[in-house]
């Protein structure tokens, strides 16, 4: 995986993702290597440096509650098999937070070819939502991709037109970067929610 461009697609750090504890990744599972934004380093107790490097899904794996990390593991081989969509919730535990819920979301792309698997997603903190009671199930399913539903293809292809917009001329791009980082925030959090109907 091009790690420049990874990083690139990360540095953004979006107000609004940020403050609505919404984070961004990417997971080379060739490599072994979850490149993450801030919000999302947080989440998981890692530090946010080494996170932007890219670091083993391990390190990921390592924080999340121990009774939902086999189930977790389970779903991520199923989704690499072929690609496609998985949304899943689970908790996570650091240092600085206690324990929190996150709801995922990732769209795994497989290449026929090489059997290279990439995926992209958010993690967004549910944890206010699930102390006061909205929600008494966890989300999870896996989609492959023909499946996909129509809000989780706007959160794919709004993390396309994310990357995008700096090949805009240079006067246009910060309402587009604004506009979609609204989008995205928008879109994770409607996910968020419609996990819990």
Known sequence: ??????????????DALTASQVGIWETDFENDRT???????ALFGLDPAQAAR?????????????ADREEFSTNI????????????????????SGVRWLLARGHYKRDNNTGEVIGRGIV?????????????????????????PPLDRLATY???????????????RPALQQAVENLLWAVGRAIAKRSHF
Not at 54 to 66: D, E, K, M, R, S
Request: aromatic share 8%; charged share 25%; hydrophobic share 45%.
């Open 54 to 66: 890219g670091l083993p899904l391990a390190a990921y794996v390592q924080a999340i509650f121990p």
């Open 124 to 148: 967004v903190d549910i944890s206010e939502i699930k102390k006061n009671g909205q929600a008494e199930d966890c989300a999870l399913f896996v989609l492959p991709r023909r499946d996909e």
């Open 158 to 172: 709004a993390l396309q037109a994310r990357r995008v917009i700096d090949e805009t001329a240079e006067h246009e």
């Open 1 to 14: 995986m091009p790690y420049g461009a990874s990083r690139y697609w990360l540095e953004f750090l979006p």
């Open 77 to 96: 081989n199923r989704v690499c098999e072929h690609g496609g969509l998985l949304v899943a919730e689970y908790r996570v535990r650091s240092a600085a």
């Open 35 to 41: 490149v993450a934004d801030a919000t999302t380093a």
